[in-house]
């Protein structure tokens, strides 16, 4: 007769503790870092050219409301079994859901296809044409979740991750003041200027994005963590978490170190690659190119997965990337169809790209206010989440961090 | 008799009324372009009452047939007035520009934010003003044409100002102009035709109550049914319907109804209490407070909570979905259920309101095994749990798609015999996942992966692993 027993203890005491949580690894830091796509270096890179080392704190706040937010993402996965769309339609009903799906699938698609200009940037600036190193990536992605099994594609994506180290290097070439650095990293100060302002506000919304929660959520589904795991994975959330704050300083204070003492300024991630190179040498900026496409290629991918997951979960389709695609038809058709079709909008000659991809920021705001407000509402409901429901200080911190979040929206909506 | 508001009908004649109503104050927008910003506050709100009445007009003609009790004039006015009202509120920043430009970002966010929530919610206001007294979900209208609005603006902002570029010829601004009213309209008409088919639903139930006839009837619109005591005091809506698995797995009868009361609380009170009401609704047949106080048992499956739009798991054909509907069949002696629907057609369905001619086809609660946790427990619980009569390799089947912590519950449930057959024929790191035992080594977990693969009775196909 078969038991139900507990796992069988090997290896040493170091190995048996450690293990697990690399086991888990994978939702937190995968979601964590695909927020530092090329809109958030852009707004990093405008946040240390035009304001120095003085808003670095901002970048701890969003931190914390990355922490809080996707921690909740992760929980409400593992504790349900369903991601977060599926999660709604099963707690608010069909017309809540379809509303939220709709919402996400267009703010998607218009991430996506920012993603893919910022490959297209990217490799421009190393000289490579648009209409090679898009149809290249969109093919490169498509065919790692179509082809790999769960585990090759989330290796592929974290060793894609490790490409933002190439900030770490850039910010380094551009010999900072470290001490100013760290001073305008924990001592908040601020005059309320309409420009301070909006990029305030545009920092804490860059760092948390609809897709990152929904993708948190349906991937550790997917990975099927079970409640066990929690603690490993409240580990995993919290290091991406800190991991994109602290490449978002790197590509702060390389920024504030060169192009706002000679008083440059950009409007994109692209710009400040090119401009970097003349001020902290070719290194820096040749970091800087690599740094935006390795950004954009990883979130390139998770975004049409993320979409993915968010489509199968409102039908209750199979999404699994261990499935055969004809286990999973619709999982693997929508990834694909969302990637083709952001992919091929870059390649049109003449398409207005910048009011498209400002419409899909607002989108994306306007979006993150529902989804939050939804997600703090479940975390609480006993009747989704058992014993598991979120505790009255960290409730606390989930409505400040909300109230927080919306204030930012607003301010970047007017 | 009354027909049920077509949500596709809707979507036409209220897109082509918009569209139409639309062209008025677009006219007037390019005929009024030079004209000093105080005289368009003037012109924009008149040319937005020909848009109002335009698309009230077109929306009476919809919902005539399906709601006889609303006043169409009333409704065609309230329409019109509150459209030049919108325009008026639409026109206000841009005319003010100057005024407000110099104020803290503060200030312009929060009025900004009531500005934008007064025009949202204009049109849909006057209107529930202008409803038969007493018409329930007036409020959800005022919230579903709001959004409506909010998607029609959207669509439009993302259509046609990114397409208008200096100097294109005026037939070309003229089309994009009408490309981009045309996805406004649609997108509008779209959200709002799905509030308009649960306001008419509504309307409807309260007039007939008849969603508790004797008959087959799908849950989705047996919630939100009044309930009236005995001397007529509306005392909540139908939430919930429990039903007793202990009394039959496959069709299990349903024992309590769940009540939602105005002020919040949920009460539950026994089936056999209610009876459907001759003035619509459904009546308490004792008066308040003398209802039997009854609690449902432990094998107790709340349809709304368990089991509507909740995952659930098939051993055959193998799979997971979703339940669309449950249909529920009301006799003389009482109700039980008769199984899940699990069509996409029936989220159709319940998109559009439209009643089907003949009763969905639908499995019997047995065939399928919910993900939900109440769900899973109550199956569990049941007499003569469904999961555990499956033969082995439908219970691997089930095993393998479940949560590890439900899939761990059955096992320890399940007879001897089949266990370990249905635990042989998992896949190695399934096994190892569902019982906890001789999975590969540790080191090898990272690299090797362990997450949902397939029982070996039924091999990949393809070749992927």
């Not at chain 1, 997600?375 to 014993?387: A, E, H, K, P």
């Not at chain 2, 190892?432 to 977990?445: E, I, K, N, S």
Request: charged share 15%; aromatic share 6%.
């Amino acid at each position: 007769m078969t038991e139900v027993v507990a796992p069988r203890r090997s290896g040493s005491r170091s190995t048996r503790r450690y293990l697990p949580l690399l086991a888990v690894l994978g939702p937190g830091l995968l979601a964590g870092l695909s927020d530092d796509d090329p809109a958030g270096i852009t707004t990093y890179s405008v946040l240390g050219a035009d304001h120095g080392y003085g808003l670095l704190w901002v970048l701890l706040l969003s931190t914390v409301a990355l922490i809080v937010f996707h921690d909740l993402g992760a929980r409400l996965g593992v504790v349900t079994g369903q991601g977060l769309i599926g999660l709604i339609r099963h707690r608010y009903g069909l017309g809540v859901a379809s509303g939220a799906l709709l919402a996400l699938v267009i703010a998607n698609l218009g991430t996506a296809t920012a993603e893919f200009a910022g490959i297209a940037a990217g490799g421009e600036l190393l000289g490579i044409s648009r209409y090679l190193a898009v149809p290249v990536a969109a093919a490169a992605v498509s065919t790692l979740v179509l082809a790999g099994s769960f585990h090759r594609v989330e290796h592929v994506l974290m060793a894609l991750a490790s490409v933002f180290l190439a900030y770490v290097a850039a910010a380094v070439l551009a010999h900072p003041d470290w001490s100013a650095a760290f001073n305008g990293l924990v001592t908040p100060r601020m005059s309320f200027g309409h420009e301070e302002t909006l990029i305030v506000a545009a920092t804490v919304g860059t760092t948390l994005a609809p897709w990152g929660l929904s993708f948190i959520q349906s991937y550790a589904v997917d990975k099927k963590l079970t409640v066990k795991d929690l603690g490993y994975e409240r580990t995993d959330v919290v290091m991406g978490a800190l991991l994109t704050g602290i490449i978002g300083f790197f590509v702060v204070v390389a920024c504030a170190a060169t192009l706002h003492e000679t008083h440059t300024s950009i409007v994109s991630a692209g710009d400040a690659a090119a401009a970097l190179a003349p001020v902290a040498g070719d290194l820096a900026g040749l970091c800087f190119a690599v740094g935006l496409i390795g950004a954009a290629l990883l979130a390139a991918a998770i975004l049409p997965l993320s979409t993915a997951y968010s489509i199968c979960d409102f039908t209750g389709s199979e999404a699994a990337l261990d499935c055969t695609f004809s286990e999973a038809r619709l999982f693997y058709l929508s990834n694909v169809v969302i990637t083709t079709v952001a992919a091929s909008v870059v390649l049109i000659p003449a398409v207005p790209l910048v009011p498209l991809l400002v419409s899909t920021q607002m989108l994306n705001a306007v979006l993150l206010i529902p989804l939050l407000v939804l997600m703090t509402r479940l975390s609480r409901d006993t009747s989704i989440v058992g014993d598991h429901a979120v505790s009255r200080p960290l409730a606390a911190v989930q409505a400040l961090v909300v109230v927080a979040v919306v204030a930012c929206v607003v301010l970047l909506l007017v | 008799m009354q027909h049920p508001l077509s949500w596709r009908r809707w979507l036409v004649v209220v897109a082509v009324g918009e569209l139409v109503g639309f062209a008025v104050p677009a006219a007037a927008g390019m005929l009024a372009s030079e004209l000093v910003a105080s005289a368009q506050l003037v012109v924009m709100p008149v040319a937005g009452l020909f848009e109002g009445a335009a698309l009230g007009y077109a929306q009476v003609v919809v919902l005539r047939r399906s709601w006889p009790t609303l006043r169409g004039d009333a409704w065609v006015r309230a329409t019109s007035l509150a459209a030049a009202v919108a325009w008026f509120l639409g026109m206000l920043p841009s005319t003010t520009h100057d005024w407000w430009a110099t104020w803290p970002a503060a200030w312009v966010a929060v009025t900004a934010t009531i500005l934008g929530t007064a025009l949202l919610a204009t049109i849909g206001t006057a209107q529930a003003l202008a409803m038969p007294p007493g018409t329930p979900g007036r409020l959800a209208w005022v919230g579903w044409t709001a959004l409506g609005w909010c998607a029609g603006l959207t669509a439009f902002s993302l259509v046609a100002p990114p397409l208008w570029q200096p100097g294109q010829a005026a037939w070309l601004l003229v089309l994009i102009g009408v490309a981009g009213g045309l996805v406004m309209a649609l997108a509008m008409a779209a959200v709002t035709g799905v509030g308009a088919v649960r306001l008419v639903e509504r309307a409807s139930r309260t007039d007939a109550g008849r969603s508790f006839m004797p008959g087959p009837h799908l849950l989705s619109a047996m919630l939100g049914t009044p309930v009236y005591d005995a001397s007529d005091d509306e005392l909540g809506r139908v939430r919930d319907l429990v039903a007793d698995l202990a009394t039959d797995t496959d069709h299990p009868a349903i024992t309590h109804v769940v009540i939602g009361t105005g002020d919040g609380r949920r009460a539950v009170l026994p089936y056999g209490e209610l009876k459907p009401r001759s003035g619509g609704g459904l009546g308490l047949e004792r008066g308040p407070g003398k209802a039997p106080v009854s609690t449902p048992g432990r094998p107790a499956l709340f349809l709304r909570r368990d089991v509507l739009d909740a995952p659930v798991v098939l051993a055959a054909p193998p799979g997971r979905t979703r339940v669309s509907d449950v249909i529920v069949e009301i006799g003389t002696a009482g109700a039980r259920v008769i199984g899940v629907d699990l069509t996409p057609s029936g989220i159709a369905r319940r998109f559009t309101g439209r009643t089907p001619t003949a009763p969905p086809r639908a499995l019997p609660l047995s065939q399928v095994h919910l993900v939900s946790a109440h769900g899973h427990a109550a199956q569990l619980a049941a007499p003569d749990p469904a999961v555990l009569e499956l033969p082995a390799d439908g219970m691997a089947e089930v095993l393998t798609r479940l949560p590890v912590a439900h899939a761990r519950e059955i096992l320890r449930a399940a007879d001897g015999r089949v266990r370990e057959d249905a635990v042989r024929l998992l896949h190695p790191r399934v096994r190892a996942r569902v019982t906890g035992t001789a999975g590969p080594p540790r080191r090898m977990r990272r690299l090797s992966g362990w997450r949902l693969h397939r029982p070996g009775t039924h091999p990949p196909v393809g070749g992927r692993r």
